[in-house]
Nanobody, 129 residues
């Protein structure tokens, strides 16, 4: 059974940092893209970043570019999201996701949640003073 389990969320002050982790089990995703999304209350799920393949390139949403970094460790079957300079508007539930398909780096389908086949349960991030 494939599972993605996120961890590392919590309460942080504006300007602070958090590092989210996503541990995969049930199969190896070393040959698959892996991505982060988030969903704030009353809003649609939002694409944040994708690591297309091991060293194959990364893509970031404009809202997090320069502040967030997506990292992966294929040996550990894990994905990470280093989040710096956090803002109150970053408050959301954060999800890791895996699509069982590949697109070119500039393909807009990376942004579409329905293109992803596996999802974690999410971890809450709250940015507040």
């Amino acid at each position: 059974q494939v599972q993605l389990v996120e961890s590392g969320g919590g309460l942080v002050q504006p300007g602070g940092s958090l590092r989210l982790s996503c541990a995969a089990s049930g199969r190896s995703f070393g040959g698959n893209p892996m991505a982060w999304f988030r969903q704030a209350p009353g809003k649609e799920r939002e694409f944040l970043a994708v690591s297309t393949l091991n060293g194959g390139g990364t893509l970031y949403a404009d809202s997090v570019k320069g502040r967030f970094t997506i990292l992966r460790d294929n040996a550990k079957n894990a994905l990470y999201l280093q989040m710096n300079s956090l803002k109150p508007e970053d408050t959301a539930v954060y999800y890791c996701a895996v699509p069982m398909k590949h697109f070119l780096l500039d393909d807009p389908r990376w942004y579409a949640p329905n293109e992803y086949d596996y999802w974690g349960q999410g971890t809450q991030v709250t940015v507040s003073s």
